[in-house]
């Protein structure tokens, strides 16, 4: 049971069953992860706000750096306009940066490793930019699928191209965070049963083969995070002004 | 063919995107570096540029180990 590298995405009950009308909502170790990084990120932010020292403590450093560091993300892509919606892009860069980081520590649980969690938020921003563009533009929002300069026969094609495209953004957005969440741990516990099978004398090679895969999941996991919001921030810019 | 077999096989298709998202990988940092090393100035400002095209194509891929996935345990 243990040998299979799929073990390590089970979901099961902690503490007694609830039901709601038929849905299972008890609490489960994905609902235990969640509320650890939202707690951390909690925190966090209160220690590090705590003081507002001139000179910064680590904490309070860790806390601005992560400010500035979304800030200017949000600047470079989206522009001055998206500043209202900073705290939405923040929070969501932390919660997925957390959620991905503590399944980095052993015998844990991704909850991004899960394609609900990772489709739920994808849906909700796609939702959500889309009222935003409707609000912002009325049906001149419906523009964003006929690009200019398009020769008048072609256009069907790519209207209905840029359609698709336009529908596929939440599948793409959650899969890939989901995917590469899940293939680096499956490959994380190949490697790591390798070295139980090879024993004492062949076991050092995927050892540090696992050790290096560790330092490179850390970086997919905060790169990951990183993508995520950033795409959030190019889905907004274009809801918020129509360029194409 | 049994069907458990054609599964397998199946999967093991599935997995062939990886090659295309390795191809992609090579070239964004492959052009990212011979743009360096062209302009050293100007490549601190495309970083970020170029970890988001390193994630995109890495995507493609794992879309491909998804299928995989999805053949072996969803049907």
């Not at chain 1, 900073?86 to 980081?101: G, R, Y």
């Not at chain 1, 953004?169 to 049963?193: C, D, E, I, Q, Y």
Request: with cysteine.
């Amino acid at each position: 049971m243990t040998t299979n590298p799929m073990h390590q995405f089970n979901i099961y009950r902690i503490g007694p069953e609830v039901n709601l009308g038929g849905i299972d909502i008890s609490f489960t170790n994905a609902s235990l992860f969640m509320m650890l990084s939202a707690l951390t990120i909690m925190s966090l932010f209160f220690w590090g706000t705590r003081k507002k020292a001139l000179v910064p403590t680590k904490i309070q450093l860790l806390a601005e750096l992560s400010y500035t560091f979304i800030s200017k993300m949000i600047n470079e892509t989206a522009g001055l306009k998206a500043k209202p919606y900073f705290p939405f892009i923040f929070t969501l860069f932390m919660f997925v940066l957390f959620c991905n980081m503590l399944g980095m520590l052993p015998y844990s649980f991704t909850v991004t490793s899960h394609i609900i969690v990772t489709f739920v938020l994808a849906a909700s921003i796609f939702i959500g930019v889309t009222i935003i563009g409707f609000l912002k533009h009325g049906m001149g929002y419906l523009k964003l699928f006929v690009p200019s300069g398009v020769p008048l026969v072609l256009l069907p094609l790519i209207v209905i191209i840029e359609i698709i495209s336009y529908l596929s953004r939440p599948v793409s957005l959650s899969v890939r965070l989901f995917a590469n969440m899940m293939a680096g741990h499956t490959m994380l516990k190949v490697f790591g049963g390798f070295v139980v099978s090879l024993g004492i004398i062949g076991g050092w090679l995927p050892l540090s083969f696992t050790v290096a895969l560790t330092g490179l999941e850390i970086l997919i996991a905060f790169l990951q995070a990183y993508v995520f919001a950033i795409l959030t921030c190019i889905y907004l810019n274009d809801a918020l002004d129509l360029r194409h | 063919m049994e069907l458990e077999a054609a599964k397998m096989i199946g999967a093991g298709l599935a997995a062939i995107a990886l090659a295309g998202a390795g191809v992609g990988i090579g070239i964004i940092f492959g052009n990212y570096l011979s743009g360096a090393m062209r302009n050293p100035s100007a490549a601190q400002k495309q970083f970020p540029n170029l970890l988001l095209g390193f994630a995109l194509a890495e995507a493609t891929g794992l879309f491909g180990l998804v299928i995989a996935l999805i053949i072996l345990f969803a049907f």
